[in-house]
Nanobody, 121 residues
């Protein structure tokens, strides 16, 4: 499994970025996909998940500002990030083959190298 994330960069507060992750080596249409992030000095946290049927789940901290969507023909999942805040700063990781257990989404075994997002004036 290979996950290649792109689209990170430096943006001012209130700005927007779109992250993309192209997956290979998996049956993409049958894979729930997600984005995690790890801020400076923080633990990695789940940001957004999209199921194989297109159902979206978001962390409370990004609801209404971030949108996850998938392009199955291109084996790609995107994260549109609007109204960015300094606390959104971190390395963003794509994850594939996520599973839903009990009441939570759990990550799959494969992680991409991540892409850095810095929100600062």
């Amino acid at each position: 499994v290979q996950l290649q994330a792109s689209g990170g960069g430096l943006v001012q507060p209130g700005g927007s970025l779109r992250l993309s992750c192209e997956a290979s080596g998996i049956d993409f249409r049958s894979s729930a996909m997600g984005w995690y992030r790890q801020g400076p000095g923080k633990q990695r946290e789940l940001v957004a998940v999209i199921s194989i049927g297109g159902l979206q789940t978001y962390a409370d901290s990004v609801k209404g500002r971030f949108t996850i969507f998938r392009e199955n023909p291109r084996n790609t999942v995107h994260l549109q990030m609007d109204s960015l805040k300094p606390e959104d700063t971190g390395v963003y990781y794509c994850n594939a083959e996520m599973v839903y257990r009990a009441t939570a989404w759990l990550p799959g075994n494969s992680w991409g190298p991540g892409t850095l997002v810095t929100v600062s004036s």
